[in-house]
């Protein structure tokens, strides 16, 4: 039984441009959160989407944009590059129902130069 | 906002010694979470405590939840290199309680 896969594991990019990362859930999971994990700190909450809907968003800005699709993968993409987007960027999903743990990817380390 | 707050920041201990790491939360909460980050790779669920719960064991963690000082506290019985990581407390916070909101962490090192 895979857990949740992130992809790609490391990326480079420069400001100003573009990036999307993708992420595929634990089997029989249905919702999938996104998380910015900065350097010595906890990670921060982006968003969580279930049934290909933004659920909810944290204190992050419209750059970040997010999508889901029907097999519950998702994807987060950061418009226009700030080098305060270097992060460790990590998915999480779960079970909507009945389930409170949150099983977490490996992440993708996002650096901007 | 921070929700969790971890104590210590780091912590450095000998093979075979007891690590505790507390948490302060500032709202009431439904569950609180532990979980492990090795060198800055994906988080690892340890264990989830009810807000009626007290105390919950498993293998070596033991955590415990105080609900009137809004605390807990994981303790790792008989360390190993192998627990040297970072440690986060979340609750769930936000309206429906979907999102996890972390501390900074304790880094614990374990040592040989």
């Known amino acids: 039984d895979a857990g949740v896969t992130q992809s790609p594991t490391h990326l480079i990019k420069t400001r100003g441009q573009q990036v999307t990362l993708r992420c595929s859930p634990k089997?029989?999971?249905?919702?999938v959160s996104w998380y910015q994990q900065a350097l010595g700190q906890g990670p921060q909450f982006i968003f969580q989407?279930?049934?290909?809907?933004?659920?909810q968003r944290g204190n992050f800005p419209d750059r970040f944009s997010g999508h889901q699709f029907p097999n519950y993968s998702s994807e987060l993409n950061v418009n226009a590059l700030l080098l305060g987007d270097s992060a460790l960027y990590l998915c999480?999903?779960?079970?909507?129902?009945?389930?409170?743990?949150?099983?977490f990817g490996p992440g993708t380390r996002l650096l901007v130069l | 906002s921070q929700q969790g707050e971890e104590d210590p920041q780091a912590l450095s201990i000998q093979e075979g010694e007891n690590a505790t790491m507390n948490c302060s939360y500032k709202?009431?909460?439904?569950?609180l979470q532990w979980y492990r980050q090795n060198s800055g790779r994906g988080l690892v669920h340890l264990i989830l405590?009810?807000?009626?719960?007290r105390e919950k064991h498993s293998g070596r963690l033991r955590v415990t939840l105080d609900t009137s000082k809004k605390s807990s506290s994981l303790l790792i019985t008989a360390s190993r290199a192998a627990d040297t990581a970072s440690y986060f407390c979340?609750?769930?916070?936000?309206?429906?309680?979907?999102?996890?909101?972390f501390g900074k962490g304790t880094k614990l090192s374990v040592i040989p």
């Open positions: 999480a999903s779960r079970r909507d129902r009945g389930q409170e743990t949150q099983y």
């Open positions: 089997s029989g999971h249905d919702t």
């Open positions: 989407y279930y049934e290909e809907e933004e659920r």
């Open positions: 709202t009431s909460i439904n569950n």
């Open positions: 405590i009810r807000s009626n719960e």
């Open positions: 979340a609750a769930p916070s936000g309206a429906g309680s979907y999102q996890l909101t």
